[in-house]
Every structure is written in C-alpha cells, then in structure tokens.
C-alpha cells in the first residue's frame, strides 16, 4: 500500500458542528502532515506530527485540534469553524521526519477532504 | 524570511514547444528543492527534487545557488504535461515544506 487515504472526500458542517478528518498511511512513515489549501493558492502547512508527537504547529486556531493516535493514523478535531475554514485539507507522510537528503524527506499527499463550513 | 517565488500564475504553449516554469527562492543555509506537480483530478505528487539530479517524464531542474533558482524545464511539451505545478523548499533537517504560488501549464495540440 503506497497510497495516503483521507476521509471523508467531502463534508458539509455547520458553525457549531463537531467533525474529525481521518488520514491514514500503512507505508510505516513516521512522519505526517496537515495542510489547509483554498482555492487556486498553495497548500499551506498546519502541523507536523513526527513520531507521534507535535512537532510544528504553524500557529492554527484552536478550533483545530490534531491528534495521533498511533504511526498510521491522523485526525484532525474541528469545532466552532467558521466559513473562512472552507478548505481543501491534505494529509501527507514522509518516510522519516528531520532527514535530509534521502528518500525519507519526499512527502506522499492524500486525495484531501473538501470542507465546506455554512 | 524563507520564501518561494513563482512568477508566472500561468504559462501556454503548443505540443512540441520548449517550456521552462521559473523558480525563485530566498533561503539563508541550504535548501533542498522540489517540484510538485498536480494533475486534474489527482494528488499532488512530487515530480522531481534537486537532490537526485534525475530526469522525470522528460522534465530536469538544476538548482543555481548564484541565482538562487530551481527552473524546471523540458525541451518538448506535450499534452498530457498539462498541470499545475508548485515549487516547494524544504528547510534542511526539518519537516516543513514551503511551497510556491504555482504556476498552472497548459500544452495545446
């Protein structure tokens, strides 16, 4: 399985909602993203998990909350979004997190989870 | 401040032309640059990085630390190269990737 898998593909939520985006990965990487994209712009990265653990957080509100459960998984926790969240959200992987050079630092994106927020 | 430059929003060619998308980066120690590219309907996948000096479907990038860019050329275009393709700079050892505005090719018959 070299592939990144996100769910949902599209989700609808309202202000005061409470959804969770899904990625998973069974490549054994180490290393996993979240990135906000809108439309025609380049995707933007949210947060870095590096071994389980919270290594960038490039400043998002607390409205997104990731998690990591275990090596091949990631939620993001979304509450009291507003419509400027409407996004595009991607996940990615890499190999192993802090190398360079190598094969480990080539980041593998997911399809995305298309959010709209009403 | 790190920081990647695509200048063109969007470049047009016919089948068979030259086509170079230009690349600019400021950076203060020593990238590592991609090129990411995404076709319709698809995810967005690495085309080629610096590093590996390798030529992908046709495309090669050379990386000019004079000139501080990482143009991604192909002497020939065809259709199917018809994407949006984004240059993206890796801080070294670490895991965040800055990528640039994009620039969308479209190659017509």
């Known amino acids: 399985d070299t592939e990144v898998t996100q769910t949902p593909k599209h989700l609808v939520m309202g202000m005061t909602n409470k959804k969770s985006l899904k990625c998973e990965q069974h490549m054994g990487h180490r290393a996993m993203y979240w990135y906000k994209q809108k439309a025609k712009k380049p995707p933007e990265l949210m947060f870095v998990y590096s071994y389980e653990k919270l290594s960038i957080n490039e400043s998002v509100p607390s409205r997104f909350s990731p998690e990591c459960p275990n090596s091949s998984l990631l939620n993001l926790h979304l509450h009291a979004l507003q419509p400027e969240d409407s996004a595009l959200y991607l996940c990615?992987?890499?190999?192993?997190?802090?190398?360079?050079?190598?094969?480990?630092?080539?980041?593998?994106f997911g399809a995305g989870t298309r959010l709209s927020v009403l | 401040a790190q920081r990647v430059t695509q200048p063109e929003k969007l470049l047009s060619v016919f089948k068979g032309a030259p086509v170079e998308l230009k690349c600019n980066y400021s950076y203060s120690g020593s990238p590592e640059l991609f090129w990411y590219v995404q076709y319709s309907r698809q995810r967005l996948q690495l085309l080629l990085r610096h590093i590996s000096r390798e030529s992908i479907k046709g495309f090669t990038a050379d990386l000019n630390k004079g000139e501080t860019s990482f143009h991604l050329k192909k002497p020939f275009a065809q259709e199917e190269d018809s994407a949006m393709y984004y240059c993206a700079l890796s801080h070294y050892n670490t895991d965040k990737l800055i990528f640039g505005t994009g620039t969308r090719l479209q190659v017509f018959p």
């Open positions: 990615a992987s890499s190999q192993a997190p802090g190398l360079a050079g190598g094969q480990e630092n080539i980041q593998y």
